[in-house]
Nanobody, 118 residues
Framework: QVQLVESGGGLVQAGGSLRLSCAAS????????MGWYRQAPGKQRELVAS???????TYVNSVKGRFTISRDNAKNTIDLEMNSLQPEDTAQYYC????????????WGSGTLVTVSL
């Protein structure tokens, strides 16, 4: 079992920055691939960025060059640094942990809201 708690969301003007954090507790953090998803009103949840247990990262095209995902296995945390935010980045952001051996085993945080105004 893994418990995930997100923090760092808020209201920011377009062009601004926010840093999201996700703290994990429970099972061995290093056994999980981690990711940030987001869901905007009326849209499907999408994978924004992921980082494997070994530190390899992927990003959805719309955030490449603007967002950076990182993890600290010693602190059991992942972060999402978000720069040059745009109104279309407005969404509920969720932290996800996926077992690297059995990917069907996955856990979600409750989310943190990011609102980007013009």
């Amino acid at each position: 079992q893994v418990q995930l708690v997100e923090s760092g969301g808020g209201l920011v003007q377009a062009g601004g920055s926010l840093r999201l954090s996700c703290a994990a507790s429970g099972s061995s953090f290093s056994m999980y691939h981690m990711g940030w998803y987001r869901q905007a009103p009326g849209k499907q949840r999408e994978l924004v960025a992921s980082i494997t247990s070994g530190g390899a990262t992927t990003y959805v095209n719309s955030v490449k060059g603007r967002f950076t995902i990182s993890r600290d296995n010693a602190k059991n945390t992942i972060d999402l640094e978000m720069n040059s935010l745009q109104p279309e980045d407005t969404a509920q952001y969720y932290c996800n942990a996926k077992d690297k051996v059995i990917p069907s085993i996955a856990y979600w945080g409750s989310g943190t809201l990011v609102t980007v105004s013009l």
